[in-house]
């Protein structure tokens, strides 16, 4: 009886040694999607759409040479790590272009933001992802700003005869001061019917939407995306970077439109922490 235990227990380990050598050899997909996202810090998944996750945590997004981070970014304890922190004019993470692949006729964008002003002026027009980087923002595509009217915003950029002209879809109620909000919008160019239909999310739920007819598809931009401004140049002495003032976390962009139950799971994932 004690021979044939040992042979058993001498098979497992064999066994056990064997299965782990196998996992060693072959990573997962999730295993290397981590790997990615520890040294670089932004990630992606092909299975779901998701282009470019930025988690804006660990070592990998301060280390990595394709993103500039301005003097003034300070990082404060966020949903699951750090979250970046604006306070003042020229406040913003730069990712170089070529690092997020564009979809012009179809994607969704999810971020987590935390508003330092009630009354919203301080964040008027404010950067909270954009797609560009020059001061005539001739080379925009997108853009995602928090306006004066505490209201988020989604600007939708088209060729208008050889022009550089966006439609807006904006949030019909406003977002609180000093908590977190989850923002989502999507976009979506359908060139049978010649339709642009752009839907924002907050916390969770469909706040707002609009179509459009005859814009085309999204412009192409070979402008950075910048995270927590407008512009990485000052636009004006009065509006300066058009900066964000309050956190950020947690960005996601896709190339594929999430469905309202994909962006209420998304939300939901944090909810409970507020």
């Known amino acids: 009886m004690k021979t044939l235990l040992k042979n058993c227990t001498r098979i497992f380990l064999i066994g056990f040694l064997f299965a782990a050598m196998i996992s060693c050899s072959n990573p997962t997909g999730p295993r290397n999607s981590a790997s990615e996202e520890e040294s670089t810090g932004i990630n992606s998944n092909p299975s779901n759409g998701l282009v470019a996750g930025i988690p804006l945590d660990g070592e990998g997004i301060l280390t990595n040479p394709d993103v500039t981070i301005s003097d003034g970014v300070t990082w404060e304890t966020g949903l699951s790590g ?33 508003p330092d002003c009630p009354e919203g002026e301080d964040n008027k027009w404010a950067g909270i992802l954009h797609k560009g980087e020059l001061i005539d923002f001739t080379d925009e595509s997108w ?88 512009l990485p140049e000052q636009y004006s002495g009065y509006y300066g970077h058009l900066t964000f003032m309050g956190l950020i976390d947690e960005i996601y962009v896709y190339d594929v439109v999430r469905t309202a139950e994909e962006i209420a799971a998304d939300y939901n994932v944090y909810a409970s922490l507020f």
Request: hydrophobic share 35%; no cysteine; proline share 2%.
């Open 82 to 114: 750090n979250a970046m922190r604006g306070d003042e004019d020229g406040d913003y993470i730069r990712i170089a272009a070529e690092t997020i692949p564009e979809s012009t006729t179809a994607g969704t964008l999810e971020v987590w933001i935390y």
């Open 143 to 230: 853009s995602l700003q928090y306006q004066g009217t505490e209201k988020i915003m989604f600007n939708y950029h088209y060729d208008s005869n050889g022009d550089n002209a966006y439609k807006s879809v904006i949030a019909a109620q406003s977002v609180s001061a000093d908590t977190w909000h989850h923002i989502a919008v999507s976009w979506s160019y359908d060139e049978a019917s010649d339709e642009t239909v752009l839907i924002l999310y907050q916390d969770g739920v469909e706040n707002n939407r609009a179509s459009f007819t005859g814009l085309g598809p999204m412009l192409t931009s070979e402008g950075d995306l910048i995270v927590g401004s407008q």
